[in-house]
């Protein structure tokens, strides 16, 4: 089976699997109701929440320029970012086998020849990042919910724990990367507060004034769900979370589902900027660098070596004679 062969079945297996999820969550949902919602929302927060989620971007994309500095790919600001909105289009709209990181990954490498492997631990170490900060606010969430869920003292030693794995990953499996350990932490937890204000916003353009940290943890939890790549841009993943858990927490499924459609909805314009760079390339002012030659330098015959000496030393040539 060819690979391309094989990507179609893999981006056919993530759209069916998002279309079940989806039908799953509206098998619990009244759609009508959700619509309902939206119509009433005040425009006003939900502007703010956009604004904010472009805000978070920009900060992911200083984040993955740090990364990217450590692998010998020394990109300006300005390039960086249509780099990463690039990305962010190809994740949400054109998924692939490739992907959005894919298609990063072989940019910088054909432009900056800074090898593969280095650039795809750039983007995981990205990844490893932002989600030990999600987990850390998860756990604050969580505690500051209702109790349902309680487990007393002990769940707040997972927020050094959560830091101590990320710090051994990177020491042992993305070594390259342990010095800036700490500055992609700080982008990684600056920018997913931010998210979490443009949810609160979300939130209040519902008129939701109840709950709130309870809606925000299971908005957390299920941040962590879209991790896994089964699904078409995290689609479907995180809905089937909010209904499976907001029984337990005595929430409203609509809005539930409501905050994480429109939270997926203003991700998505955000990411339609990505498209301006598919028909422009951030690179395409740029020529790649000619491939390196290996030069297989061959043993010289020592014959050879003593006849440059003598025509460079016709003295020691007549001596000889």
Known sequence: MSEKVKKYITNLLKLAVSVLAFWYVLSKISLKDVLSLYSTSNILYLLAALFLIVISYVLSGFRQNLSFRVTGAHLSTMLNLKLFWLGLFYNLFLPSGIGGDGIKVYQVNKYRQNGVKKNIGAMLVNRVAGLEAIGMITIVLYYFSGDEFKIGWPGWLGIPALYIF???VLKYFLKSFLPIHGGLFGWSMLLQLIQLVAAL?????????TEIT???????????ATVVPITIGGFGAREVVFVTLTPMLHLDNKIAVALS????????????GGLYWVFFPPFRRETPPAPKVKHKHKAKDPKSNL??????????????Q
Do not use: D, R
Request: proline letters at 2%; a negative charge; zero cysteines.
């Open 307 to 320: 006849s440059e000496i003598q025509t460079e030393n016709p003295e020691l040539s007549a001596e000889k």
């Open 261 to 272: 459609l429109m939270f997926y909805f203003l991700s998505a314009i955000s990411s339609l």
């Open 201 to 209: 916003f979300i939130l209040y353009a519902f008129h939701q004034a």
């Open 166 to 168: 990320y710090y051994f």
């Open 214 to 224: 309870e809606y925000l943890f299971l908005f957390f939890l299920s941040a962590i």
